[in-house]
């Protein structure tokens, strides 16, 4: 049975305040499944890896990554979609599916789990509900869950944000926070022709690759993500104005004495807007700063 056919038996009916916007076309989900980790598949054609899934809707990338993976976990919010999902993956016995808001998810516990104790790589592949983009994916990284690879389907506008470089207009918080653990790259353009029901902007999938083991210490990481908040939630803002609200955090909120910290540790003038800098010398002024 076709996963529209799968729904109306169901009578589902698509609620937009969980961003329901299915993949009904085959190819798709398979090219995602295909290029969400860069190790090579082996003879038998599946890895030994076990990928956690946000939002399987009717399961139709599920079913791809259980084809390729040794296991795939898959969170999904809405209730209405659990019978679906038992009747379109009942052949596969690799696939578990938890009734669960993802925000809600205890990830350390949950990826400890279904790794058993880390006997797995582990990576997040997903078609994200575009509501809730940023925060799923600062969660993802922020966690520090030990995932290799995070592949997520976005808006177009949100993939350009994910890749962009510094100083571009595209170059914002996500971007630099993704900085102190890894990098993005775009795979490829998704038209709003290829989802029911159409949404009103094209999408991208993008794959961030998280460095093992982490690029900075807990601690450092943790600390450049307060500058970078600071600088890009005042944007408009130097660099000095945007610390100097982080009174109590940071050695020094004196503007001189910022502009002097920065412009010796970075070697950039002191009125350096935030946006400027790379998610690397966020970490070398932590240093200095805290
Ligand atoms: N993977 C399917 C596909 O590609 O056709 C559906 C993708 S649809 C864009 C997003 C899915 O995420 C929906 O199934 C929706 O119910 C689910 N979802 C929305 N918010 C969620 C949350 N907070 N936690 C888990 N799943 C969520």
Request: net charge neutral.
């Amino acid at each position: 049975m076709s996963d529209k056919d799968l729904l109306q038996k169901h009578n589902f009916k698509f609620q937009k305040k969980y961003g329901q916007n299915f993949l009904y076309d085959p190819k798709i989900p398979a090219k995602i499944a295909e290029n969400c980790t860069e190790s090579e598949f082996p003879e038998d054609g599946k890895k030994q890896e076990v990928i956690v899934e946000i939002g399987p809707g009717a399961g139709i990338l599920t079913k791809e990554l259980a084809k390729r993976f040794h296991r795939v976990s898959a969170v999904e919010i809405d209730e209405n979609l659990i019978p679906i999902l038992a009747e379109s993956l009942a052949d596969f016995d690799n696939v578990t599916v938890t009734n669960k808001d993802i925000m809600q998810v205890d990830l350390p516990e949950f990826v400890k789990e279904i790794t058993e104790d880390g006997k797995y790589p582990v990576s997040v592949c997903a078609n994200l509900p575009y509501y809730i983009t940023t925060p799923v994916i600062m969660k993802l990284i922020e966690e520090c869950c030990g995932f290799g690879y995070i592949t997520v389907m976005v808006q177009k506008e949100v993939a350009r944000r994910l890749c962009a470089k510094p100083e571009s207009a595209d170059y914002g918080s996500i971007t630099a926070e993704i900085g102190l653990y890894g990098g993005a790259v775009k795979l490829f353009d998704v038209p709003a022709g290829c989802f029911n029901p159409r949404p009103k902007v094209d999408s991208a999938v993008v794959r961030i690759k998280l460095e093992q083991p982490e690029k900075y210490p807990k601690a450092d990481a943790r600390n450049a993500s307060i500058l970078i908040k600071a600088a890009f939630g005042q944007r408009r803002k130097t660099l000095v104005n945007a610390l100097s609200g982080l009174a109590g955090k940071i050695k020094t909120t004196d503007k001189n004495e910022l502009a002097e910290i920065i412009s010796q540790t970075l070697g950039v003038p002191g009125d350096v807007r935030g946006e400027k800098l790379t998610a690397d010398q966020f970490v070398t002024l932590a240093r200095a700063l805290f």
